[in-house]
């Protein structure tokens, strides 16, 4: 059982920089692969990035590619999202959620433990 929380939400404007964090509960953080997704006011939820369980490897929508970078510390059991150049088309609720092996792809039906979100708003 993994339990997740997103931290580090908040306003920003265009062009600026956000941090976000999920910390996870339980045993064994390492052997999960992790990611983020977004819901931007009704939409459908969105893959953004991705980060496999032993963190060598990665994968981002194209939207993102190139502002956001994933990135964990299983030492600390956080993984996070640094969003730069961040777009007021980035404004969303972002979920982080893991699952146990080393699947890190975009799909959201293979995670099994979800975050609660956390509300990113960028003005314009």
């Known amino acids: 059982q993994v339990q997740l929380a997103e931290s580090g939400g908040g306003l920003v404007q265009a062009g600026g920089s956000l941090r976000l964090s999920c910390a996870a509960s339980?045993?064994?953080?390492?052997?999960?692969?992790m990611a983020w997704f977004r819901q931007g006011p009704g939409k459908e939820r969105k893959f953004v990035a991705a980060?496999?369980?032993?963190?060598?490897?990665?994968s981002y929508a194209d939207s993102v590619r190139g502002r956001f970078t994933i990135s964990r510390d299983n030492a600390k059991n956080t993984m996070y999202l640094q969003m730069n150049s961040v777009k007021p088309e980035d404004t969303a609720v972002y979920y982080c959620?893991?699952?146990?092996?080393?699947?890190?792809?975009?799909?959201?039906?293979?995670?099994?433990?979800w975050g609660q979100g956390t509300q990113v708003t960028v003005s314009s």
């Open positions: 980060i496999r369980s032993s963190g060598d490897r990665y």
């Open positions: 959620a893991a699952r146990h092996g080393t699947y890190y792809g975009s799909q959201a039906s293979p995670y099994d433990y």
């Open positions: 339980g045993r064994a953080f390492s052997n999960y692969s």
